[in-house]
């Protein structure tokens, strides 16, 4: 076991700060986590590329935003600026449910605490450090601001709001992955070039007037509409959408101007995707994979899911509608190395309290590491979202035997009994038949290896609804796909002699979802045998598909109209159907199921299924105390269960690098700059059994 020295993290304070012998540091990081020096959090993985590059770094963990910002202070100014990581997760999906009930968690605070962070603390912290150090930039990063840099509608405000720089006064985003344009920006300022001046630098944004933009807009410029027309038309913000995201999703983007305030949001195009040699540069940064000393004694939820897993790779050409991962990270698949990926598993093996298990190796998605376009050609003109649907694109090569290697080459090693998948597979790219049937054989032998010697038990697969018509505005496969995909499930465990489980994700009150689809959704899961767990109502976030969908009323691409539930009312009438077998909610779904004229489906639903025993008689004037009550700003009866569309999301991880990813430790989650927003919010799907308005019904 390797011993650390506190001077092994990046220093947290003034003490630390002398204790390497510096007078002073080039960039300071306000960050709304916890201060974890793993590469699954962006703010150690900015401030490691920094030092890596030579400049001097600090990180203020988790600042006290109230009285006298002592601790905005405490360090002093930077020679160069302050950058803010607002953290791995999108600070009001961390915050509230979809629901907007406050949590009673923060996964990514000591102890769980969630009174460490501000609503929107890159505006919070931004207009502290704008106060206190008026002359000194300000560099945002991570989900919160680089999904805010353009016109968006914010759930928790139900409004339209300007570009994230307007709000909170920041000089430059860094937005997505953030490593090489914060390296760039830093030997910008440090040859002595005012930010004001720093306009070329890919995957930033700046605001500047019209006579100010860099050789002027032009014909290769994309103009979207300004946010003034956004407030005024909401087909207007639909179509800018389809702009914004388009342009994520292309090898080779053009500029996007937004007319915002007298001035332009200019957003420069991104980066190419990471070459292997790159993002291994960054995973072999010298983390400590450990929590700061300061919090010793302390359990940091977030860190205790994702401390013995490893991300095999960034980026997701899946392309659901609800998630934000490729507005992030790209769709475009960046792969670690196998040598990278062995020689992180072996300082997991190393750790003291590691027993042999990796709980994770994984990434946005689970089974996309190595996969690519045959032909770049076709790729670099490229502008679909997505390279899977409605169809896999025939370019794409599905090959599975790179990833094999990699599980191979873990499970060799000594100190390994066991690697578990945690990242959400892609079971429609293990059921594509490849015009390659060795491509083919690969997918099979993939399937059974992952279901004998990858799986803790149950197996996390997202099929996310069983309408048709709803899987098409989500960019998901049809679920026959999925069915498909149990029955191979259920087969290789009767043969293999396993007793194991596969766990369905699914989601109500989508754009274009109504009760009778949920109503089917709940026959089609009982005639599965399903219990349904792990679900959610779909939660808005930024920079997606379906909130523009579901706040515009159109879709984006198309721009004819699309139903959305909206009231508490309506997303409870949807959400309740999953759980149609808890004998509380039988009688709503019945009456709701009359009252849209399916009641053909109650005999499906409850045949053989004794009805509950409602108790005493209660009288004409008196309602029973378990029948749910409306409130106007809920949901009624049950706390809804708690979100993951950050995703994205999906639960959207913020951070300059954020990644939405679902669970565990895959798709690293990183916060600040870097975080990998993927599905694994510890927040998410909650599953906590909220109270009833009164006393509980005695069955």
Same mark, same amino acid.
């Given at each position: ?5 506190? #001077? ?13 012998g ?13 201060y974890?020096d ?10 490691? #590329?920094?030092?890596?590059a ?64 501000p ?17 000194v ?57 005012p ?5 070329d ?29 956004c ?31 007298n001035?332009?949001?200019? %957003? ?8 292997s ?36 790779h ?37 750790m ?5 298990y ?12 190595g ?9 670099? %003109? ?5 390279c ?11 090959d ?12 060799a ?18 059921l594509?038949?490849? =015009? ?14 992952l ?16 309408s048709?018509?709803?899987?098409k ?32 994700y ?37 920079? #997606? ?15 004819e109209?699309?139903?959305?539930? =909206? ?39 409850y ?7 409602h ?10 105390e ?5 409130n ?9 269960? =708690? ?11 913020d ?5 939405d ?7 690293? %989650? ?10 694994s ?16 019904p005695?069955?």
């Amino acid at each position: 076991m390797k011993e650390y020295r506190l #001077t092994d993290w990046l220093p947290t304070t003034k003490k630390e700060i002398e204790l390497r012998g510096w007078d002073s540091v080039d960039v300071i990081l306000f960050s709304a986590d916890a201060y974890v020096d793993h590469p699954s959090f962006g703010a150690a993985v900015i401030g490691r #590329t920094l030092e890596a590059a030579g400049y001097t770094v600090a990180i203020v963990p988790q600042p006290d935003w109230h009285g006298d910002f002592r601790d905005f202070k405490k360090l002093g100014r930077p020679n160069l600026f302050f950058g803010i990581a607002p953290g791995c997760m999108d600070s009001m999906v961390n915050k509230y449910t979809a629901g907007k009930r406050l949590r009673s968690e923060d996964a990514y605070s000591p102890d769980g605490r969630h009174d460490c962070r501000p609503e929107y603390p890159t505006i919070v912290y931004t207009k502290i450090l704008k106060q206190l150090f008026p002359d000194v930039p300000v560099v945002l990063g991570g989900i919160e601001a680089s999904l805010r840099r353009l016109t968006h509608y914010d759930y928790w405000k139900d409004s339209l709001q300007k570009c994230i720089l307007c709000d909170s006064g920041a000089d430059m985003i860094i937005y997505g992955m953030g490593e090489k344009p914060i390296v760039e920006l830093c030997r910008n300022l440090a040859e002595g070039l005012p930010i004001s001046a720093v306009h070329d630098i890919p995957q930033t944004v700046y605001l500047c007037r019209e006579d100010e933009v860099p050789n002027g807009i032009g014909a290769d410029d994309i103009v979207l509409h300004s946010h003034e027309e956004c407030l005024r038309n909401k087909k207007a913000q639909a179509e800018n959408f389809r702009h914004i995201e388009e342009e994520s999703n292309k090898m080779h983007a053009q500029r996007l101007l937004q007319a915002v305030d007298n001035k332009y949001a200019v %957003v420069n195009p991104p980066y190419p995707p990471m070459t292997s040699e790159e993002l291994d540069r960054s995973f072999d940064l010298p983390y400590t994979r450990l929590p700061h000393p300061k919090y010793k004694g302390k359990r940091i939820p977030a860190y205790e899911m994702i401390k013995f897993s490893v991300n095999l790779h960034r980026g997701c050409f899946g392309g659901c509608a609800f998630c934000t991962i490729s507005a992030h990270q790209g769709k475009f698949i960046a792969c670690r190395s196998k040598r990278s990926i062995v020689e992180e598993v072996k300082k997991v093996i190393e750790m003291p309290d590691f027993k042999g298990y990796l709980s994770d190796l994984g990434g946005p998605s689970a089974n996309m590491y190595g996969m690519h376009g045959n032909n770049p050609k076709a790729c670099a %003109v490229c502008k679909r979202p997505s390279c899977i649907h409605p169809q896999v694109c025939p370019n794409l090569n599905t090959d599975h035997s790179k990833l094999l290697e990699i599980y191979h080459a873990v499970d060799a090693l000594p100190g390994i009994k066991k690697s578990f998948i945690g990242s959400g597979v892609r079971y429609d790219l293990l059921l594509h038949r490849s =015009k390659d049937e060795a491509i083919n054989a690969v997918a099979r032998q993939y399937t059974r290896e992952l279901i004998t010697k990858h799986v803790s038990g149950r197996l996390k697969v997202a099929p996310e609804h069983t309408s048709d018509a709803v899987l098409k505005l989500m960019r998901k496969p049809s679920f026959k796909l999925f069915g498909e995909f149990k029955c191979i499930f259920d087969r290789i465990n009767r043969e293999e002699h396993l007793n194991q489980q596969i766990i369905p994700y699914f989601i109500s009150s989508h754009p274009g979802c109504r009760e009778e689809d949920m109503a089917e959704l709940a026959v089609l899961t009982k005639q599965l045998d399903f219990h349904l767990e792990q679900v959610q109502d779909f939660t808005p976030t930024p920079m #997606t598909v379906s909130t523009e969908t579901w706040y515009t009323g159109y879709d984006p691409y198309t721009l004819e109209p699309v139903f959305s539930a =909206k009231t508490p009312r309506e997303k409870l009438a949807q959400r309740q159907f999953f759980f149609w077998y808890k004998p509380e909610e039988r009688r709503a779904i019945e009456q709701e199921l009359r009252r849209i004229g399916r009641a053909d489906l109650i005999q499906k639903l409850y045949a053989g299924v004794p009805a509950p025993n409602h108790g005493r008689n209660f009288g004409n004037n008196r309602r029973p105390e378990f029948e749910r009550r409306d409130n106007s700003d809920e949901f009624n009866s049950r706390e809804p269960r =708690k979100g993951r569309n950050a995703r994205d999301g999906r639960d959207a991880r913020d951070g300059y690098n954020g990644r939405d990813a679902r669970s565990g430790n895959n798709r690293d %989650v990183r916060n600040g700059y870097n975080a990998r927003d993927n599905r694994s919010n510890p927040n998410s799907r909650d599953n906590k059994k909220g109270g009833y308005k009164g006393r509980k019904p005695k069955w």
